[in-house]
């Protein structure tokens, strides 16, 4: 029954409802739940008081309670004994004055799937990362057995958090290759055989029955290193993804560009290589970009070997850059060809895309300033306006990170909805 | 004195002015003047009955009316004294039914500023162009010889609208380089010795009187392809300049996206000429990028020339395409060519920005399909995903229109705020 407070309730509701037509008091009570409980997780790990959530929500402190209330009904939120710092206990009869998200009460799972390695991370509502692990996947894998590590690597990241995988309340994936978001499927995914078509993301949520999304791998990472990284909260960002295979996350005014058809940061598909013979094939059989084939960690590789420097097992590079940094001057010589050829291709989408900010993660950037010194050398009178240049301090885990962040707006629906826990 | 009938029209006017704090009656009478006028604007020629506007603008029709009644006494509305098709005169007593934006009330101009021209297009407060007038610029003009340029074409194309160039409500203008929008600077500009710098926007300003702006050209051009040209209303598309220079304009989301230094869409820097000798020099002596230098009008030019096929003085291309046209293997062998090189080019950007929809204009464009065909044929393998690739239906005028739609944007002020005529 409104009684004249709730409708001052309701009027400030009206604010963040937008004024929308179709508003009853309990659609308007379900939007106040979730400013409150947006603007709790905003808060992390700490307690917030019933002043502070007013004020960040716009909401009448009775509404607040209110929501508060419902929360810690439905688990949601439970209330601190006191302060860290402040007043002594709320005063008898009132709700206590500060509450905590229980982000503990929820998981989900961000999965980075490659054609090397599946990587899962298990986050609690929060996004904290509470258990992670990394499958290898065998040279030239197919995606049925792809999709099998998959399941595996899940089953055990979800056990290392004391959980069984059905227990995860969404789950996002980030993959190479472009990605019909809408529909959950990979269109092209030239790095792995038999990976475009398959129906893996409908498999996923018939074994876990919670949501599952699916995007490209950079698109995600992307997400991750503006949320998490050294370019937090600008509003236009590349991310390069340097690794065997090359390609890149863009964000255009804060939000994920992604092109016409999915397609944009396609670099690994720029050719550099001169006047060609005619029209080239970008597709050939090892799936590889004429970039990826030009720089990529296999280039690399072969370039160190070629010149006599030292390089590890398999595509290994990592002792190439150690012995850069050590001053070896056959290693500088591959490391400065590596840098040359690679601003070369990044000037390209430097000079179309303007970003101001560029961020460089995949095996490759691993090799820090040993590589990015020489690479700012290489491009600088390659671009027009100038261009902050840097690592991603999230390594290999952009991509799972990214997907994180994108399980957990999939898991929003369960924590406003009217579903329970 | 406000009525009850005022304070019906002030609180839908609120939903017009998405429920702005600092709102009184007068501003909100303006606003809803303003919304009235946008909406006979956008009927263009045509006459609109209050019922129409009402409707477009979501007021009530007594507040339609009032605006109205505003509009006539400032000289901005007249009344037709009958419709098209409908009703006879309207009823004694109240306003006449059928409204009409007298858009010669006023007029803008949009200029084109490049090295070899300067084209002036006066148009009405409906866009609708009175009066043209170009000027070429000879080779090698300096930055002040071009100002001396944008002076005698504006007042020659004022002068054949019939106005003095003071009667201009908003002058918009276009050229190459990195321009400063909100400081109207041009901060480089490669192709015009001494045109960087120079107080242009100032000095035209304190001649005129008026709003004056000035953008990059393509930036420009792209807006005005959106509007007018094949491209109409699609969300996200690349305009690219192919004449001497080789720039891009691009939209993404509806709105033109200019980078973190304004400097977006620069291709004619892309450099695919191979593996260079260390650092290149984007900014040679006659301000050219890299692919510009490869497939310019004058690159064009010199491939014809090379070849045996007919060209024109200086680097006119055209009879090169008319004998493409018309069969000639030496002419369709450079075509083939430069479609070839060109395409190239396009496909960097293409992979980096999937904009699915490319209009291409500037001098070199004009050959249209006979060069449009092969460029397409060239670009197949070279994108993972279809984009559909077009010729300017705008010609020459694109960069001109686009500039009346920002001088028009400009005008706006005068024509909604308390302003005389």
Wanted: negative net charge.
């Amino acid at each position: 029954m409104p009684t004249p407070g709730q409708e001052t309730e309701q009027g400030e509701s009206m604010q963040v409802s937008g004024g929308g037509a179709a508003t009853g008091p309990h659609v308007l009570r379900r939007m106040n739940v979730a400013a409150v409980l947006a603007a709790l997780r905003e808060a992390g790990a700490a307690t917030a008081r019933v002043t502070e959530l007013a004020a960040a929500t716009g909401l009448s402190r009775p509404a607040v309670t209110r929501a508060l209330t419902e929360l810690r009904e439905r688990g949601l939120v439970d209330f601190a004994p006191a302060a860290p710092a402040g007043p002594p206990a709320p005063q008898r009869g009132r709700p206590a004055q500060y509450a905590r998200f229980r982000a503990e009460v929820g998981h989900v799972a961000g999965v980075d799937i490659g054609p090397h390695k599946v990587l899962v991370l298990v986050a609690d509502l929060a996004g904290r990362v509470r258990a992670a692990h990394r499958a290898a996947v065998a040279p030239g894998a197919t995606g049925p057995e792809l999709f099998t590590a998959v399941r595996t690597a899940l089953t055990a990241a979800a056990a290392e958090a004391g959980l069984d995988p059905s227990g995860l309340w969404a789950v996002a994936a980030g993959t190479p290759g472009i990605v019909d978001r809408d529909r959950g499927e990979v269109l092209l995914a030239p790095s792995i055989p038999g990976w475009a078509g398959l129906p893996a993301v409908g498999e996923l949520r018939d074994w876990l029955r919670c949501p599952v999304l699916l995007d490209n791998d950079v698109n995600l990472a992307v997400l991750a290193e503006r949320r998490l990284g050294p370019a937090a909260d600008t509003d236009n960002l590349v991310f390069v993804q340097w690794g065997e295979r090359i390609g890149t996350g863009i964000v255009i005014g804060g939000r994920p560009y992604r092109g016409a058809s999915a397609a944009a940061g396609e670099l690994g598909f720029v050719d550099l290589d001169g006047p060609g013979d005619g029209p080239v094939e970008p597709l050939r059989p090892d799936g590889m970009g004429p970039f990826e084939r030009l720089v990529g960690a296999a280039a690399v590789h072969r370039l160190a070997v070629a010149a006599g420097a030292p390089v590890g097992e398999g595509h290994d590079i990592a002792p190439l850059f150690a012995a850069a940094a050590a001053g070896d001057p056959h290693a500088l010589a591959v490391v400065d060809e590596v840098a040359d050829r690679f601003a070369r291709g990044l000037a390209t989408l430097l000079l179309i895309l303007d970003p101001g900010r560029v961020v460089i993660g995949g095996g490759v950037s691993q090799a820090g300033e040993t590589l990015l010194g020489p690479l700012r050398r290489h491009l600088r009178g390659r671009t027009l306006v100038p261009v902050t240049v840097e690592a991603s301090a999230l390594g290999e885990r952009s991509v799972a990170l990214g997907a994180v962040r994108q399980a957990l707006g999939a898991a929003e629906e369960r924590l406003t909805g009217p579903a329970h826990l």
